[in-house]
């Protein structure tokens, strides 16, 4: 593949500042809501803290949870930085 077809795929594949921010919003929105939803359900649906806790007893779901948390630091941190 030459430089100017990599480039091209490079652009094709970019997503917009706008986008990155609408997805991060939609994703801060749900997460919101399902915390009030928790709160307000009063012990009838599990927090997202409750859910984390189980989830990361399993030896393999800590290793998926790591990889999970090194893959969305590296695009928050590290990608946005340039």
């Known amino acids: 593949m030459s430089a100017t077809a990599a480039a091209r ?7 917009s500042r706008g986008a990155t921010i609408a997805g991060w ?4 929105a749900v997460l919101t809501a399902a915390t009030v939803g928790a709160v307000a359900s009063r012990g009838r649906f599990a927090s997202a803290v409750a859910v984390t806790r189980l989830a990361v007893r399993v030896p393999p779901a800590r290793v998926v949870a790591l990889l999970g948390w090194l893959w969305i630091s590296w695009h928050f941190f590290v990608r946005t930085s340039r």
């Not at 795929?9 to 997503?15: E, M």
């Not at 919003?25 to 801060?28: A, D, F, S």
């Open 25 to 28: 919003g939609v994703i801060v």
């Open 9 to 15: 795929l490079a652009l094709a594949l970019a997503i």
